[in-house]
């Protein structure tokens, strides 16, 4: 499978715990962007990296989230402390930086009780 | 600030027919502007895209116009299957931010029923 992985695929937790997801990007993209999607909306943009430089962040990113991509390959995004308001379908995509075409991956859906 | 604009929120259609989801923006720096298909349980898939040099392009049963005076896009799906059933998201990249792509700025979705 060449597309874009992400793991795990659904995660549930208690208010107050950290999460971490892991997305495994195309080998060929440069680029790695993290989306939040909660039911019925679009996705909304969190961060993206260019290589391994985290190039913007989005006011959505509280302090309570941090991305990474330390070898611009693959990239964590932490959550400390969830909160209820986190829970949401947290997406991963990847691009050429040539190009607007982002291929997402399935997503890693978050539950915060 | 909702910078892209979609309607309408949910869409029924009869097999064979056409299916029409529209989108409006703001910002006149985006230039590159594509719809997203998803289903149920999986991320969003690229459908067609299209820059604002050309006003209309079409892939198949797919079929984008587009109006740069109005700000304004449009999706067209001929001859709509049960298959096509899924959330349709417009979006818009804003251009050349800092000298290179920025990043997707979607609408809220269109949910298409298409029954048989």
């Known amino acids: 499978d060449t597309g874009v992985s992400q793991d795990p695929r659904h995660k549930i937790t208690k208010r107050g715990q950290n999460v971490t997801f892991r997305c495994d990007p195309i080998?060929?993209?440069?680029?790695l962007y993290w989306y939040r999607q909660t039911l019925g909306q679009g996705p909304e943009f969190l961060t993206y990296?260019?290589?391994?430089?985290?190039?913007?962040k989005s006011r959505l990113l509280s302090d309570r989230f941090s991305a990474e991509r330390p070898k611009g390959s693959f990239s964590t995004l932490e959550i400390q402390r969830t909160e209820q308001g986190d829970s949401a379908m947290y997406l991963c995509?990847?691009?050429?930086?040539?190009?607007?075409?982002?291929?997402f991956g399935e997503g890693s859906r978050l539950t915060v009780l | 600030q909702q910078q892209v604009k979609q309607s309408p929120q949910s869409l029924i259609v009869q097999k064979g027919g056409i299916s029409i989801i529209n989108c409006a923006y703001e910002n006149t720096a985006f230039d590159y502007f594509p719809w997203y298909q998803q289903f149920p349980g999986k991320g969003p898939a690229l459908l067609i895209a299209?820059?604002?040099?050309?006003s209309e392009k079409k892939e198949g049963r797919f079929t984008i116009s587009f109006n740069k005076s109005a700000k304004q896009f449009s999706l067209h799906i001929m001859d709509s299957q049960p298959g096509d059933s899924a959330t349709y998201f417009c979006a818009a990249l804003r251009a050349n931010y800092g000298g290179s792509q920025g990043n997707l700025i979607f609408g809220k979705g269109t949910k298409l029923s298409v029954k048989p």
């Open positions: 990296f260019q290589n391994e430089a985290q190039l913007e």
């Open positions: 299209i820059r604002p040099d050309v």
């Open positions: 995509a990847s691009s050429q930086a040539s190009t607007g075409e982002l291929f």
């Open positions: 080998s060929e993209h440069n680029r």
